[in-house]
């Protein structure tokens, strides 16, 4: 009987232990928008917060894996759906590192963007990001391949943060929601552009990807964050017959909900979904 319970006890413990290792990247339902938990050890990053009207369901959902501390937060670019949550994120969670691409917001008066500078930018720990600048996260590196310093486009999605995901060679493109004239930019500027997994840009929409940059991505699986029945139509039916022409292997929120990959130190990694 006790060798039984000792056998369980180890098998318990690597089980633990192995969980612990892993990294887990969460792509999280929250409709519209985009909201990526990046979670190591006991440390996390969260880059983007989704809308306005699921802020408390973000919340809910980094309460539900452990989530009590945020090393990292960042927001790609000043759009409703990418930095409303922040207002509900901010008082609850400690928040080590606050970082967005530094977007001029004196050219809106609306009340929000105000807001959002004083909860956010003007944290002692805020700073901008540009291009070469890298992130670390226990053994994850984030690194920031747009936008290039002093570079301000008329289109806040094309100023958005695109990071790199890299972890023991596990390689994870995370786009924001950049269109195709600043893919080339990257194609231009990162000659070993590849990954394994790719964050589609812009929710799939027709200004997303062109078939150049996915062949030189060459991801073998690609999410979308989108929502439900969403009124802008995303995502374009050329980006999912671009996807499947290739061969990748397609996620959506709308459609499965919250996805999960985890990757080990050996870089293999596992894709889940709630639905």
Same mark, same amino acid.
């Given at each position: 009987?006790?060798?039984?319970?000792?056998?369980?006890?180890?098998?318990?413990?690597? *089980?633990?232990?192995?969980?612990?290792?892993?990294?887990?990247?969460?792509?999280?339902?929250?409709?519209?928008? !985009?909201?990526?938990?990046?979670? #190591?050890?006991?440390?996390?990053?969260?880059?983007?917060?989704?809308?306005?009207?699921?802020?408390?369901?973000? #919340?809910?959902?980094?309460?539900?894996?452990?989530?009590?501390?945020?090393? &990292?937060? *960042?927001?790609?670019?000043?759009?409703?759906?990418?930095? /409303?949550?922040?207002?509900?994120?901010?008082?609850?969670?400690?928040?080590?590192?606050?970082?967005?691409?530094?977007?001029?917001?004196?050219?809106?008066?609306?009340?929000?963007?105000?807001?959002?500078?004083?909860?956010?930018?003007?944290?002692?720990?805020?700073?901008?990001?540009?291009?070469?600048?890298?992130?670390?996260?226990?053994?994850?590196?984030? %690194?920031?391949?747009?936008?290039?310093?002093?570079?301000? !486009?008329?289109?806040?999605?094309?100023? /958005?943060?695109?990071?790199? *995901?890299?972890?023991?060679?596990?390689?994870?493109?995370?786009?924001?929601?950049?269109?195709?004239?600043? %893919?080339?930019? *990257?194609?231009?500027?990162?000659?070993?552009?590849?990954?394994?997994?790719?964050?589609?840009? &812009? &929710?799939?929409? %027709?200004?997303?990807?062109?078939?150049?940059?996915?062949?030189?991505?060459?991801?073998?699986?690609?999410?979308? /964050? #989108?929502?439900?029945?969403?009124?802008?139509?995303?995502?374009?039916?050329?980006?999912?017959?671009?996807?499947?022409?290739?061969?990748?292997?397609?996620?959506?929120?709308?459609?499965?909900?919250?996805?999960?990959?985890? #990757?080990? !130190?050996?870089?293999?990694?596992?894709?889940? /979904?709630?639905?």
């Amino acid at each position: 009987m006790k060798k039984i319970i000792l056998i369980f006890f180890f098998i318990s413990t690597a *089980l633990c232990f192995a969980r612990e290792e892993d990294v887990k990247i969460h792509f999280i339902d929250i409709g519209e928008g !985009d909201a990526i938990l990046i979670q #190591v050890k006991n440390e996390c990053a969260l880059i983007d917060t989704g809308n306005l009207l699921s802020g408390y369901k973000l #919340v809910d959902y980094l309460q539900t894996n452990n989530v009590t501390a945020i090393k &990292h937060l *960042l927001i790609t670019h000043p759009h409703l759906d990418h930095l /409303s949550g922040a207002f509900f994120i901010i008082p609850k969670f400690k928040i080590g590192n606050f970082y967005d691409n530094g977007y001029n917001l004196n050219t809106t008066d609306d009340d929000i963007f105000t807001w959002y500078s004083k909860i956010l930018r003007q944290n002692k720990n805020y700073k901008t990001l540009k291009e070469k600048e890298n992130l670390k996260l226990g053994d994850i590196t984030l %690194e920031v391949l747009w936008p290039p310093e002093q570079f301000q !486009d008329k289109n806040p999605n094309n100023n /958005s943060l695109v990071i790199m *995901l890299n972890y023991k060679g596990f390689r994870c493109l995370l786009a924001a929601d950049i269109d195709y004239a600043i %893919e080339n930019e *990257l194609l231009k500027r990162n000659a070993g552009l590849a990954a394994d997994v790719l964050k589609v840009a &812009h &929710h799939g929409a %027709e200004d997303a990807y062109s078939k150049e940059f996915i062949k030189k991505l060459k991801p073998k699986f690609a999410i979308i /964050s #989108v929502d439900k029945d969403n009124r802008r139509g995303y995502p374009a039916q050329r980006i999912l017959d671009l996807l499947k022409a290739e061969n990748i292997t397609l996620y959506r929120t709308d459609k499965n909900g919250s996805i999960t990959i985890t #990757v080990d !130190d050996k870089s293999n990694y596992k894709i889940y /979904s709630e639905k």
